[in-house]
């Protein structure tokens, strides 16, 4: 009984063991394997690192400002019976905006006009009497004094039918109005915004140590959100006589071609003045740099002979670089590059030290310094 338990016992062993030593050399057959195996190369594109002449500027973060805007309001209070423009309109100086009701002053004017042809009449008779001696002369400068004060009242009547008339003081664009037909206005009230838009103001703070660098007549290029990527030049044409005490800053003001009215009063704006000297800088795409809290990189391309194992093959070798401006799809490498250095120019994320690559630049996209996207 105890023979058979034995042999069985035996077998399993036996195939235990062989088991594991078929096992064994598996697992060594794909360590040696793991060892030999080199990964193929990635297909990385490529950029060459340049020489180029930046024009110089100084930037600054300003807002827009209608060389004449103002809240047309009421003079007088007075009842609305006339609406004569159209909300967000272009209008003329002297064009009729509201009228009120001047039937009340039309009647005193007609009063007013009679008067004055009387006292002037009686002047008149009163030059000829004192003349002649029949009158004396304080009888004469009384009717003098009467005709004006008709002319007085006259003016005076005539000046409240023109407050009451309202028009626009300048050539501008209407906002939205803030009044409706028939309503009473009181003194001072609100009734429509008027700005002229072109051109337009951009004003802007420049730190003091700048001030020595700017002159009137610079050119300076505005953008904002509603230009896509799009800059209008302009000229500065003042300066501020004072540095803010405070901010230690210094007041621009730059103007603008606004034909097209896209820019508006209150905007925000990214302002660039164009220095007359140029910057020669190295670039490179922005896309090329590993951006990362300690340093910035990026992987540059290098042809390595190879060894008696290995075949002569392109890696990558990671640079740590300082960087300067950036300006469309480029930034100013400051040190780190030089000229002709091959950098991969996307998917740096995905790259590291070392790394066999094959370069391919067919989908290269194209690197501008002065991009403009593509309509959405």
Known sequence: ?????????????????LLGGIKFL??????????????????????????????????????????????????????????????????????????????????????????????????KRAKQLLADKVIPQSQFDTSNAEFEQAVARRDDIRATIAKKTIRAPFAGR???????????????????????????FANFLLPQQQLAKVREGMIVRVNTDVLSGEAIEGRITAINSEVDAATRNIRIQATVANPDERLRPGMYADVAIVMPSKLSVLTIPATSVLYAP?????????????????QPQKILRQQFVSLGEQRGDFVAVISGLKE?????????FKMRNGLAVVVDNTLAPEFKLEPQPEDG
């Open 340 to 348: 002709d250095d091959a950098v991969v120019s996307t998917g740096v």
């Open 174 to 200: 209407l906002g939205i109005r803030l009044v409706s037909l028939g309503q009473v206005l009181n003194e001072g009230q609100d009734i429509v915004s008027l700005q002229s838009l072109d051109p337009i």
């Open 294 to 310: 300690y340093s910035n990189s990026v992987f540059v391309v290098e042809q390595n002979n190879g060894d008696e194992n290995q």
């Open 1 to 17: 009984m105890k023979k058979p338990i034995f042999i069985a016992t035996l077998i399993i062993i036996l195939v235990i063991g």
């Open 26 to 123: 598996q697992i060594k057959s794909m360590i040696a394997y793991g060892n030999q195996f080199v990964p193929p190369p990635v297909t990385v594109t490529v950029a060459t690192a340049t020489n180029d002449t930046w024009e110089s500027q100084l930037t600054a973060v300003g807002s827009l400002e209608a060389v004449q805007g103002v809240m047309v309001t009421a003079e007088l209070p007075g009842k609305i019976v006339k609406i004569d423009f159209e909300p967000g309109s272009k209008v003329k100086a002297g064009d009729l905006l509201i009228q009120q009701d001047i039937t009340s002053e039309k009647a005193q004017l007609r009063a007013a006009k009679t008067d004055v042809n009387l006292t002037r009449m009686n002047l």
